[in-house]
């Protein structure tokens, strides 16, 4: 039975991820503290408090650099620690001191391009790449299938999804659209397929585009990744929690 092998949460759409070994989900909300703050540029149309698309943003399709940033959030402090191979740790409150993440992403993201202006936060609904609060579920099995069109090993967080699970079936995720998916206490209702950029193509060690992924998925026919979810129920989920359809 397929099952989780592992939960990510990205804090700053862009600027990190982090595993975690649970969470709680909750109904109609994106995974908590994911992607709770966003990194607008300087030609950013977004409003505060309001969800906008993910071209306001310095994001990894237009700076592969910023793919080789890790974090980790203290919730009860709303302090991030973001580590990244070319630039110093940096631990700082998203709130109360923004120039800090600015200055230090400076040299990681393009000069020729529109530059990080500010922060914005939005609690709840998250800065997903889904007009909805979203959820992703990625497959491994999916992930391997990818591995062999490209001919090498790749990291899973190309991706930069939420939560994993082992399958022996590739792309079964894509069947499971609309249908209710039980993890743990929570239930997941795929709602669409996650469409894929060049941001996929970057390695998340060395920040560096290294890999043809989009044409390994055009080879099975689309340019997919992972499905997004809403939360229909929310609850506890774990590593090792079984998925299934009910």
Not at 110 to 121: D, E, G, K, T, W
Not at 200 to 221: E, H, Q, W, Y
Not at 236 to 242: C, E, N, Y
Request: net charge negative.
């Amino acid at each position: 039975m397929d099952q989780i092998t592992s939960i990510w949460r990205h804090s700053i759409k862009s600027h990190g991820r982090e595993a975690l070994q649970n969470v709680a989900l909750i109904a109609g909300e994106a995974m908590p503290w994911d992607r709770v703050w966003a990194v607008a540029h300087d030609s950013a149309k977004a409003q505060a408090g309001v969800w906008a698309q993910c071209a306001n943003f310095s994001r990894v399709s237009k700076a592969p650099a910023l793919m080789a940033i890790t974090a980790e959030l203290d919730e009860a402090n709303e302090t991030i620690t973001l580590r990244h191979p070319d630039r110093p740790d940096l631990t700082f409150r998203p709130d109360d001191n923004p120039d800090a993440l600015i200055g230090w992403t400076s040299p990681l993201v393009p000069q020729n391009r529109a530059l990080p202006s500010h922060i914005m936060r939005l609690d709840g609904r998250g800065y997903t790449d889904s007009d909805f609060p979203s959820v992703t579920l990625c497959n491994m099995a999916s992930h391997h299938a990818v591995e062999q069109a490209v001919g090498q090993d790749l990291s899973i967080h190309r991706w930069r999804g939420n939560v994993w699970f082992d399958s022996e079936t590739p792309w079964i995720e894509f069947d499971w659209m609309g249908k209710d998916i039980a993890i743990g206490d929570a239930i997941l209702r795929p709602r669409e397929r996650t469409d894929r950029c060049v941001a996929t193509t970057s390695n998340p060690d060395t920040g560096k585009r290294d890999a043809g992924t989009l044409a390994a998925l055009k080879s099975f026919g689309h340019q997919d990744f992972s499905v997004r979810c809403e939360v229909i129920q929310g609850g506890p989920i774990a590593t090792g929690d079984k998925v299934r359809p009910v």
